[in-house]
């Protein structure tokens, strides 16, 4: 057996699950950290808009920018979790059997 197969088949799938929840969290904090970025560089967007709602005291823009950035990082778990499923089969809906 080739050592490129080996490394393809076998070592990869097993490689990719850690690599895989890793990206997924840090895109979730990439998320919450445009609002840091988006203020010190006073760059517009949905950063500086909720820094400024904040500062407003217009909490349903507040409340809006949170149910959005949480609906995205539940979205890009699920994603994960498809990933998971996608690149090894041997995780399934089993449960431990």
Same mark, same amino acid.
């Given at each position: 057996?080739? *050592? &490129?197969?080996?490394?393809?088949?076998?070592?990869?799938?097993?490689?990719?699950?850690?690599?895989?929840?890793?990206?997924?969290?840090?895109?979730? /904090?990439?998320?919450? *950290?445009?609002?840091?970025?988006?203020?010190?560089?006073? &760059?517009?967007?949905?950063?500086? &808009?909720?820094?400024?709602?904040?500062?407003?005291? /217009?909490?349903?823009?507040?409340?809006?920018?949170?149910?959005?950035?949480?609906?995205?990082?539940?979205?890009?778990?699920?994603?994960? /979790?498809?990933?998971?499923? &996608?690149? /090894?089969?041997?995780?399934?809906? *089993?449960?431990?059997?």
């Amino acid at each position: 057996m080739p *050592g &490129w197969y080996i490394v393809l088949c076998y070592a990869l799938p097993n490689a990719l699950i850690p690599s895989i929840t890793v990206l997924g969290l840090a895109l979730g /904090d990439l998320l919450y *950290g445009a609002v840091l970025t988006e203020t010190v560089f006073a &760059w517009p967007g949905m950063g500086a &808009w909720v820094v400024t709602s904040i500062q407003a005291l /217009d909490f349903p823009a507040v409340m809006g920018f949170a149910v959005v950035v949480s609906f995205a990082y539940v979205l890009v778990n699920l994603v994960v /979790d498809l990933l998971y499923l &996608w690149i /090894d089969p041997r995780i399934g809906r *089993g449960g431990g059997e």
